[in-house]
C-alpha cells in the first residue's frame, strides 16, 4: 500500500501538468490566445475522397517516385510540373493529385488547373471545380473518386467504397 502510494505522488510532481492546467485564464487581459495550426483540409465536397486524400499524402511521403508516376501515366501530369508542385510547402500531395485528375476530367491541363487552385486554395477542390466547369463539375469529381480507386488498385493499396463506388465498381469485394 505505501509503494502504491508513494509511486502515485511520485508521477504527480515528476510529470508536468497538462497543457489545459498550464494555461492562462481565458479572461486573461493581454494575454492573446495560441493561434490554431494551419490542419490541411482539401474540401472537395465528400467525405470519403476527403479520408482518403488524406491518405494519400501519406503514400506519397513514403513513395515518391510511385506517386509521381501515377501522375505522370495515368493523369498525363508532366513530371517536371508534378515534382514541383510536391516540393512547394504550400501543396500538399493529394492536391496535386486532385488537380491532375480533375484537370483530366475535365479535359484541362494540370498546370492550368494547378494555377487556377493556387489563385484561391482556401475555397476548397469543390468550389474550384465548379468554377472550372459549372455544368459538369459534379460528374467531374466523380472521376476523380473513381481514378482514386483505380490509383490505389496500381498501388496495391486498401481502400474501402462508399455506396457510389460500390455501384460503380460491383465486381469489387466488400
Known amino acids: 500500500m505505501f509503494l502504491r502510494l508513494s509511486l502515485c505522488l511520485f508521477l504527480l510532481i515528476a510529470l508536468p501538468l497538462p497543457a489545459a492546467a498550464q494555461a492562462p485564464p481565458a479572461d486573461a487581459e493581454g494575454v492573446e490566445p495560441a493561434a490554431e495550426p494551419d490542419v490541411w483540409a482539401p474540401r472537395s465536397g465528400d467525405a470519403w ?35 514541383q508542385l510536391v516540393a512547394d510547402p504550400a501543396w500538399q500531395p493529394a492536391d496535386v493529385y486532385v488537380a491532375c485528375a480533375l484537370a483530366q476530367a475535365l479535359g484541362r491541363t494540370c498546370r492550368e488547373v494547378a494555377a487556377a487552385w493556387r489563385r484561391n486554395p482556401g475555397a476548397g477542390w469543390a468550389a474550384l471545380a465548379e468554377t472550372l466547369d459549372d455544368e459538369r463539375h459534379g460528374e467531374a469529381m466523380a472521376r476523380v473518386k473513381r481514378g482514386l480507386v483505380e490509383s490505389y488498385d496500381r498501388w496495391a493499396r486498401p481502400i474501402r467504397l462508399d455506396a457510389a463506388l460500390r455501384r460503380a465498381f460491383p465486381e469489387r469485394e466488400r
Open 49 to 83: 475522397l476527403d479520408t482518403w486524400l488524406a491518405d494519400v499524402n501519406l503514400y506519397a511521403e513514403r513513395y515518391g517516385a510511385a506517386f509521381a508516376d501515377e501522375l505522370v501515366r495515368y493523369r498525363g501530369a508532366p513530371r517536371a510540373l508534378v515534382e
